[in-house]
């Protein structure tokens, strides 16, 4: 065998190396699509469910909000303690926390969508 098909022949077994090796570690970084899909069903469907309370709990707060829990119940405390900017709607129901749900949702929508606390109007915009 001369040196020619010797180099071509291990460039060819380096190229299947490297092609398995590439392989293999993409497999674990990338998730089969089927699994994404359930996951997002499943989201949705608790997403759903939520969103058909009038009240929700700690937990379905955090999904909703896309926070931790904990989170949730930090901001619970500073409204509380009333040293909350935003103070968040929450009622206690003989020590359990819960939320009205379209307060809640209201609370999250972006300022400059919500209407004005004081005079149930709008907000103005600064002229430029």
Request: proline share 5%; glycine share 6%; aromatic share 4%.
């Amino acid at each position: 065998m001369s040196d020619h098909e010797l180099a071509t022949l291990l460039g060819e077994r380096m190229k299947v190396i490297a092609r398995n090796v590439f392989q293999e570690v993409a497999r674990d970084y990338i998730v089969p699509p089927g699994e994404t899909d359930g996951e997002a069903a499943k989201l949705r469907g608790q997403l759903t469910l939520i969103k058909a309370k009038e009240h929700v709990t700690i937990k379905e707060a955090a999904l909703l909000l896309s926070c931790s829990e904990s989170h949730v119940r930090k901001l619970v405390v500073l409204t509380r303690n009333g040293k909350s900017r935003r103070p968040l709607p929450f009622v206690d129901m003989e020590g359990v926390t819960v939320f009205p749900l379209r307060d809640l949702l209201d609370w999250a929508s972006p300022i400059s969508l919500r209407q004005d606390n004081t005079s149930g109007t709008a907000p103005r915009k600064e002229a430029a």
